[in-house]
């Protein structure tokens, strides 16, 4: 393709890029990425960047196409450290590629979109997700692809049930994938998936600000930046489904292991005490959630996506919580340790 036509594509995925990023039901804080395919560079965002800046900040990354793709098939640990193939003449800011680059070299449709969508998360936390998600994507081409760290174990894990003509991938526990030849087609398959994909959320009352600014006191904590976010504390299931564990990466990554519930009468000194460390946030069931005073943007926009995805999930289906292996290993990559220093900084 022309050169041209590549420039004009590239602003077309800049400028759908950030409305994702601007919506909290597709995508949170740092999550989500997309890209480009122009020749052998593969076009995509930089990892700890928000999709809603793309048209205000530069956030895509160069990265070479045929030696990364070697890497993966050779299942070459270099594969996991994208920054590795990043075409470094090009990239101006010199900012680290994706941690899913892999995700988007091994899709060969040009325009990929991965998509934190709360609808799609909610069904891929379930056991049964495969059953539910084959009754609603009847007539698409799609693969379900069970839950692998995030890298070259999830581009793994993508080849292996990768066939020609896939063109949606349901990620277990996180998320989703669409690919298209343009940036055109991929929007308008990201649209029809997430609305075949959509279940209502369960409906709850509001939060109780005035015990909650009472709990406050002087302990350093605060009420979340969003309002919607302490609906996974006033609803009884919800909040069930949150202490139950992680139920996917990004959760592990801004709030840290599970979600801490206080329990009857405990207020915040006593929940800091049992835990033995002040956590990032904390759900007072009936109440609504406080979230630590320094915890980052990226911490309340999970916090929102928490309760966004668990208003959604079937309230008698079995859920797939991740397990401690899989959390630490989220916790101690240096990838994500990378994404939060970022975020930590106010990205």
């Keep these: 393709m022309a050169i041209n036509a590549d420039a004009q594509e590239l602003a077309a995925l800049r400028s759908l890029s950030a409305n994702i990023g601007r919506d909290p039901h597709l ?15 593969l076009w995509i965002k930089a990892s700890g960047t928000w999709l809603k800046d793309a048209l205000a900040e530069d956030i895509m990354v160069p990265v070479a196409i045929p ?23 090009l990239n101006i800011r010199k900012l680290r590629p994706s941690i ?13 979109l991965h998509v934190h969508c709360v609808d799609t998360i909610s069904l891929a936390v379930q056991a049964d997700c495969e059953a539910q998600i084959a009754k609603r994507l009847d007539g698409l081409e799609w ?8 890298g070259l174990p999830l581009a793994q894990g993508i080849a292996e049930r990768l066939r020609p003509g896939v063109d949606v991938l349901i990620l277990a526990n996180h998320g989703l994938v669409v690919a298209a030849e343009t940036v055109a087609g991929a929007e308008a398959l990201l649209r029809r998936v997430t609305g075949l994909l959509a279940r209502p959320p369960r409906e709850v ?16 904590y605060r009420l979340p930046a969003d309002v919607k976010a302490h609906a996974a504390a006033i609803d009884p299931e919800s909040c ?34 049992r835990c033995g460390t002040a956590p990032a946030a904390i759900l007072f069931p009936g109440l609504g959630v406080l979230m ?56």
Excluded at 143 to 150: F, G, H, L
Excluded at 253 to 269: C, N, T, Y
Excluded at 339 to 346: D, F, P, V
């Design 100 to 112: 899913e680059t892999t995700v988007h070299a091994l899709m060969p449709q040009r325009v990929v």
């Design 240 to 273: 069930r489904m949150a202490s139950g564990g992680s139920l996917y990466p990004d959760h592990v990554i801004f709030l840290g292991k599970g979600s801490v519930v206080a329990r009857s009468g405990e207020d915040v000194m006593r929940v800091t005490e």
């Design 292 to 347: 630590r005073g320094d915890a980052s943007p990226g911490a309340d926009a999970m916090q929102r996506c928490l309760a966004d995805v668990t208003a959604r999930v079937d309230v008698a289906a079995k859920l797939n919580y991740l397990t401690a292996a899989e959390n630490d290993e989220l916790i101690n990559w240096d990838a994500e340790q990378y994404r939060q220093k970022l975020n930590a900084a106010g990205g």
């Design 205 to 220: 009352a509001e939060p109780n600000l005035v015990a909650l600014t009472a709990l406050i006191g002087h302990t350093g």
């Design 143 to 150: 693969a379900y692809v069970p839950y692998r760290r995030p």
């Design 67 to 89: 030696p990364l793709l070697r890497a993966v098939e050779q299942r070459d640990p270099a594969a996991d450290q994208p920054q590795g193939f990043a075409i470094e003449a």
């Design 27 to 41: 995508t949170q804080a740092a999550g989500g990425n997309t890209s480009l395919k122009a020749g052998d560079t």
